[in-house]
């Protein structure tokens, strides 16, 4: 991705979100042109010349000094994630090329795996790009769906946006999809040069129109807890509520725990689902460990 452009698009797009209203400028009853602030406008509320920041706008951030990127994230309004983009994009353009962040993990080392065994509640680990690259049995038979394809590790935006059967397990799919694209436009502000998070999204947007339309809209998010519904092919609709962590000691790599409300029927699916998910380290020839636990569970019904 072209660094000028993402500032530039993402800068333009947090401008026209802002009224002169939110902003406290007085209209005066004119005809704007221009949705939301103009940008002698947002100069003037964030201290610089109108020069200056159309230089920023037209996507020439490098050297801008924090407490101007500060100052423009006030005037705009723009959200803690939102502010933290603004700044990986100032990171990258101030580096030049130069670094190259390390590609997301595609391996845990074995105690982060002994640890997610030892959780009583569905639980795995991803990195930015969304790869299910460990979880412990509750976990795997949780997420049984995404590993009918057989590219590993499996990945949860490739499903969610390219799987004809995400909308199934997905009820609120199209919540579903623009978080997963705003969680991925953050990573790629953190990481621009990680080669397999680009051909990601590159093959999404060749194959998925959703996809597109809502990249072009430069949200951004981290997920840190939350609420989400699934329906899950073996026990049906389960309500469940997650706590997202950072493993701070493996870059890059969050672990996932899931939780129903005690005595409901979320709950009691996912009793029924820990019964009938395989045996830990059970695994075929072809499909690899995920796959005894895929063809278990989508041949059952609710």
Known sequence: ?????????????????????????PTYGRNRRVKGLRREEVAM????????YVRMERGNISGVSESILDAVARTLQLSEVEHAHLFDLANTANSSGARRARPAALHIRPAVQRILDSIAAPAWVRNGKADFLAGNRLGRALYAPIFVDPRRPGNTA???????????????WPEM??????????????????KGLTDLIGELATHSEPFRQLWASHEVLVHRNGA?????????????????????TDEGLTLLIY???????????????????????????EGGPFAPVNESLTRRTP
């Open 1 to 25: 991705m072209d660094n000028r452009t993402e500032v530039q698009d993402f800068l333009t797009s947090r401008r026209a979100r802002v009224t002169p209203e939110q902003a406290g400028i």
């Open 158 to 172: 490739r499903f969610l946006f390219l799987n004809p059967r995400a909308g199934d397990f997905y009820p609120d």
């Open 45 to 52: 509320l964030a201290g610089v010349s109108v020069d200056y």
């Open 259 to 285: 939780a129903a409300e005690p005595g409901s029927r979320s709950e009691e699916g996912l009793r029924l689902l820990n019964s009938w998910a395989p045996v830990d380290g059970a695994e075929d020839a």
């Open 228 to 248: 989400k519904r699934l329906r899950h092919p073996a026990v049906g609709d389960l309500e469940l509520t997650y706590e997202a962590m950072q493993l701070t």
């Open 177 to 194: 999809a623009r978080g997963m694209v705003a969680t991925l436009r953050a990573e790629a502000g953190k990481n621009p040069y990680d």
